[in-house]
């Protein structure tokens, strides 16, 4: 199966505007916008780069004495004494060295000036950002004049090496145009970092070819604008100040969203934890009531068992059934000589008031009821028995069941 090329996209100042490219890493780039102000990546892609203008840099050949892992150090301090205010990040200066010598190296030093990045909107902010020399072909050992939104730029090569680009003062190529750019050959000689120049190629319209030759002193040269490319990956890691806190932003929120949707997905497993638990218990709930009704008959027909109990409790249970405490009572061997006048029994204690012919019958009655194995659950008490003037004599016996 072939791969689908990711789509890339580049965001280019243009002659009066920005302009939006589009199209694979490794290829042709098609325009598809061009904005009246401030452009805007279009959609998601697999690269976003920023091509900011000319106006926006510092782009500044140097040599730079020292060793080459002091590279960065020196060209700091070579633009702090020319008054360019710079920390010194990887992210807002860029050295690229050219050459070198026994004495010195010579650099490229690329500064991004404090300006906020040309962007109108922060949805989508770009991956690298590089300066806009760097998107196109330029012709070596050669001055290239194009229009930047609406301003002249020029960018020198020396072999395939850019060493200088910058915007000019004049809005069209006159001689105060070109004046400056022979003032800027001029110093870039002094400093030895200029020594060939074969031609002054115009990707503009206007500018006499001729006049521009007299003026400069090489052949000059109209062409076409060339399509631009993206830069190589890593060519630059420069970013503007705004869109690195842009980018802060983006990814607290980005966290926060996270964060958020942690705690809703926390939520969403303990509610969905929640309703099951209310849906067994439902069940459960259910099958018990299910059960209930099916011993509903059942339970009726234990009340009416239970009542039925009640009803003979007295009748069978030993503690409860006075008439089997009487028969036992009435067990003594005197006991049919023995009148009884009051029987009381209650689950707890027996009352048994009687008179007897004789003194003698009385005692004996009382001594076999005490003595009587069937009565051995009642702790039995009493006052003496009363003698009457015909020796009949009354009794009164009180057991407590033990």
Known sequence: MAKTKQRTELLLPGDTGWTLWSGPEHGALTREHVFDGDGTFARDAQRHVLAVPAASTWVLPAWLKGDVEHLRDMAMLHVERLGIRCTGAVTDL??????????????????????PAPLASHTRLPGEVAISAACYALPEDAITIWRELGKLVIAITSGPQLIYFSPLSSQKLDNIALGEINNICMQLGFQRVLSTLDKVVLWIEDGDLSFVARMTGVQAERAEKPVPNLPTRGWSELMPADLIAARARQQK?????LLALGAGALAAVALAFVIGMTIIATKEKDALLAKVAQLAPRASKVEYHRKSWEE??????????????????????VAPEVMLTLFENSPDKVVLQGRAPSSSIALQYMQEIKNSESLTSFAWDGPPPVIGSDDSTSFDLKGTRQ
């Open 312 to 333: 003979v409790a007295s009748a069978v249970d030993p503690k409860r059934f006075p008439m089997d405490v009487l028969l036992r009572c009435m067990e003594s061997k």
């Open 94 to 115: 860029q050295v690229n060295r050219i050459a070198s010598d026994d004495a010195a190296h010579l650099a490229c030093i690329i500064a991004l000036k404090d300006a």
């Open 253 to 257: 929120s980005a966290r926060t969203r």
